[in-house]
């Protein structure tokens, strides 16, 4: 018998409150640089963040002793705390019915290709201990009578490792992880953005950030400075980079910051982009059961005159109705999808009618209309049919099959003013994840000596990723971040003193009051650029054209600099600044890697009338969509970037190995561990 869930437990699910913040610590001392009296700040280690990524690994390390302060732009903003979907989505090994095995873990990780094998297995490995020890702090991840997990299929995913605690699983991780930190006493600088890293002799040594508060006479910006033998850059994915996107707003990131300081870069050609409501509204992932409800998906011209667009791409409506609920499960846009009318054929039709100028909705109280004969539960492909029989979802209109399968993701849009039970819901095919960022090792260890990454900002994701491998590949990292920095004795030799004098000048030579460009124009040229050449369609000449541009704008900026409306908008400034060479990274590598040949993959078509592959619609063959096949050699290695002068190096590298017949053996391996030989210096 299906169980009535009352409304106060759905609400607690959805309406998630964060704890109160005491205030952060006062400075040690005060210090000169580029003419500026600045309060100085010192740490053990600063963690950049404080999404689910960087509490994990500030949370790990004050439990090993070490004196670690997180500095975050917002404390409950960034993606862990604001995003999420119907079910958000945290996977791992399997642990109660169908069983696992780390290396079949591993191997789905890993399956997209240009995946180190090491990386993959850590990520499989610690997936266990990363849920038991939310679940020890109480993440309410939902289990059967017998304590077994209770599991779903996800993208990516063949086996069924995905759960949830519903839509709002990362804000709850914040939520555990952020109460943790305050028991163990982590201050949390709020209200502090990172703007530049200070390096000493190729090593960390902190941090210019800064603070509203710390403005006054002397100090117009709020500039301070942070010492610190050791960073984690735990700042998330470069949200503001695309205007088609459904991160929640102000998610910059540290692509550009960690590119400045000379970081490598690796897979910066890989995101994914889905179907979800846009930034400007309520950001939030249409994937799961809002589509697995099958609502009637069409679009509005600027007339007001409706268009059952889908009609025009498949040829009946079984399969129009069957691949729109598979979108649920095969949410990101995959290239070869659209192929023999598969789903990704619907993100393509909507992105289509986007770009002629037509809004797309999707209605609840509408069924699918007809394309050959009049939708009916009973005339669906056997996969979703069976879905639906086993999930008793057998209800006449999407919204009662949707409150039948999920209350809370109608819930989740009433708490932002959109009653999707009454009105039609308008969306897009969005930018939602960076699987690149910055190159790591199995410790989390960037190619700069200090300096870690984990969670979004670390590039430790292949071309693909299961649904909820992002969120554990930040614990798992996280925890080896502290793990090494503890291990290693990372913070022994203190912070040397670094030029803070030019860290400081960098950032004041952005902020020009008398600079032609402004932060709007800045953020309106790059976001425009990259959804409309670096979406889920590319091609060469496209990517070439922006490459260009995107460079124009950097050396402007580096020229002109920026010129921020008033002093509280320095910050934003300077991170559209950063963004503007986010965005100049991410073009380099994907002209590299479309010029050296490389075909679709991931979530981009790779657009070339010689291509392979063409998808169908009704009307015959799409030939303006003819797309490159997927090169198999592409897989085995990656991209990396690199700052080179005003532009960036970039070179390709072997996927790392693991030898998997090298078993571990107790007795052999047991002294590496014992006198922390594990931990690489
Ligand atoms: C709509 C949506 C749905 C998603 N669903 C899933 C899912 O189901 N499963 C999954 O695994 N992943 C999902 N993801 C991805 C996943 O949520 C993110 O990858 C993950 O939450 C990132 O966590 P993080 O800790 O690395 O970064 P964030 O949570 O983004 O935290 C970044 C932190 O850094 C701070 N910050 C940024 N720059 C600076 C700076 N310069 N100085 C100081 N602080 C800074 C921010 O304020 C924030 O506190 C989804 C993403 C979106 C957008």
New binding site residues.
């Given amino acids: 018998m299906p169980v009535a869930v009352p409304q106060e437990i759905l609400d607690a699910l959805t309406d998630v409150e964060m704890p109160r913040l005491p205030e952060s610590p006062p400075p040690a001392a005060f210090e000169d640089a580029a003419g500026l009296r600045l309060p100085v700040h010192r740490a053990g280690c600063l963690v ?7 509490l994990r690994a500030a949370v790990e390390m004050a439990r090993r002793g070490v004196d670690v302060a997180v ?5 409950w ?5 604001c ?3 119907d079910k ?4 791992t090994a399997n642990t109660a019915d169908r069983g696992d095995d780390f290396r079949a873990l591993a191997a789905a990780i890993g399956a997209g290709g240009a995946m180190d094998a090491d990386t993959a297995y850590v990520e499989a490995v610690g997936s266990v201990r990363a849920m038991a020890s939310l679940q020890y702090l109480g993440l309410p991840l939902p289990q059967d009578g017998l304590g077994g997990t209770l599991r779903y299929q996800t993208d990516h995913d063949e086996v069924g490792r995905a759960t949830s605690c519903g839509p709002r ?2 804000r709850l991780m914040v939520k555990v992880l952020a109460e943790e930190a305050l028991r163990l006493g982590v201050p949390v600088h709020n209200q ?4 530049r890293l200070i390096l000493d002799g190729g090593r960390v040594c902190g941090a210019v950030a800064m603070r509203a508060r710390d403005r006054g006479e002397g100090n117009p910006y709020g500039l301070c400075l942070y010492r610190a033998p050791v960073v984690v850059l ?4 470069p949200g503001e980079l695309y205007r088609d996107s ?2 929640p707003g102000g ?4 692509l550009g ?1 960690a590119a400045e300081a000379g970081l490598e870069l690796v897979n910066l050609t890989e995101s994914q982009f889905g179907i ?1 409501t846009r930034r400007e509204g309520f ?3 249409l994937s799961g059961t809002y589509v697995q409800a099958m609502p009637h998906v069409y679009s509005v011209d600027a007339a007001g005159e409706e268009h059952h667009f889908l009609a025009r791409y498949y040829r009946t409506t079984r399969e129009m109705a069957s691949n729109i609920f598979r979108k649920g499960y095969q949410w990101p846009f995959h290239a070869t999808r659209m192929l023999d009318f598969g789903s990704s054929l619907v993100d393509l039709a909507i992105a289509r009618e986007n770009a002629a100028g037509r809004r797309v909705f999707m209605d609840f109280n509408r069924n699918p209309l007809a394309v050959d004969r009049p939708f009916s539960l009973d005339a669906l492909d056997e996969d979703v049919r069976a879905y639906l029989g086993a999930a008793g979802a057998g209800q006449a209109l999407p919204i009662d099959r949707l409150r039948h399968m999920n209350p809370l993701s109608i819930e989740l849009y009433r708490r932002y003013k959109v009653d999707i039970a009454a009105e039609p819901l308008e969306f897009a095919v969005n930018n ?2 960076m699987n690149g960022g910055v190159a790591v090792d199995v410790w989390g260890r960037s190619s700069v000596p200090g300096i870690y990454a984990v ?3 670390a590039g430790t994701h292949g071309v693909t990723r299961p ?6 590949a ?1 614990q798992v990292f996280g925890t080896r971040a502290a793990e090494h920095v503890v291990g290693a004795g990372a913070t022994a030799a203190g912070a040397g003193a670094g030029d803070a004098d030019a860290a400081v000048a960098a950032v004041l030579s952005v902020l020009r009051a008398d600079s032609p460009l402004t932060v709007r124009a800045v953020r309106d040229e790059v976001q425009a650029r990259m959804s409309d050449a670096a979406g889920i369609l590319c091609d060469a000449a496209t990517v070439r054209q922006a490459l260009a541009e995107a460079r124009a704008l950097n050396a402007a900026i580096r020229d002109r600099g920026i010129a921020p409306g008033r002093a509280a908008e320095a910050g934003r400034a300077v991170q559209w600044a950063q963004m503007a060479l986010a965005s100049e990274a991410v073009l380099v590598a994907l002209d590299h890697y479309i010029s050296g040949g490389g075909g679709s993959r991931g979530a981009r078509a790779i657009l070339d009338p010689a291509g392979e592959g063409v998808p169908m619609a009704v009307s015959g063959p799409l030939e303006e969509v003819r797309f490159r096949a997927e090169r198999a050699e592409d897989r085995a290695r990656q991209i990396v970037l690199r700052r080179d002068g005003t532009g960036f190096a970039v070179r390709e590298r072997a996927n790392r190995a693991m030898d998997h017949a090298a078993r571990p053996f107790f007795e052999r391996d047991w002294p590496a561990w014992l006198t922390g030989a594990i931990y690489p210096r």
């Fill in positions: 950049v963040g404080s999404g689910a990524a960087g500095l975050s732009q917002s404390a903003g960034g993606t862990s705390a995003s999420g979907s958000q989505t945290i996977h699983t990362s502090t953005t990172v703007l735990a700042g998330g994915g459904v991160y998610c910059f990131g540290t910051l979800g950001p939030w992932n939602q994840h969670g979004e900002a649904g909820g491998a992002a969120l554990n930040g």
